[in-house]
């Protein structure tokens, strides 16, 4: 790759914002044998890109982590064990979540304000739980 293309697609990366393929399209003239190489470098991973250009997905482990339609797009992140840990879409939802050592979910919280939180023994079983609501149950 020249320098040149080379400063030309660092700057795209630096610059461009969801909805990445409408505006790899119509902001920057890119073609579509150009988006992997862009959007691997937004993600930070190698990425692959279904036929009907609507999906990327994370080539080590296969999830879904964009997807746009319309101008909608959906973006997840994935912790080391392949769990949700983020989701956003272009409407302004949002969701997080978080995992404890043996993949047992651990926190929630949402865009609406829905959170909870939940904690586990050794063996797996819930012993305390907590939510938005005040609900509470201690089994500690």
């Not at 043996?102 to 939510?131: H, L, M, Q, R, V």
């Amino acid at each position: 790759m020249n320098k040149k293309y080379q400063r030309y697609i660092e700057f795209i990366v630096s610059d461009i914002e969801a909805p990445y393929f409408e505006n790899m399209k119509q902001m920057y003239g890119l073609r579509p044998d150009e988006y992997e190489l862009v959007l691997s470098k937004i993600f930070n991973q190698p990425v692959s890109i279904t036929d009907s250009g609507d999906y990327v997905y994370n080539n080590s482990n296969g999830k879904n982590i964009y997807y746009e339609f319309n101008k909608y797009w959906e973006k997840y992140e994935y912790n080391s064990n392949g769990k949700l840990i983020y989701f956003k879409d272009s409407d302004g939802d949002w969701i997080k979540k978080e995992y404890d050592a043996n993949n047992n979910e651990t926190y929630f919280e949402d865009s609406t304000g829905i959170w909870y939180k939940y904690e586990y023994d050794a063996n797996g079983d819930e012993i305390y739980y907590e939510d938005n609501s005040g609900v509470i149950r201690d089994n500690r």
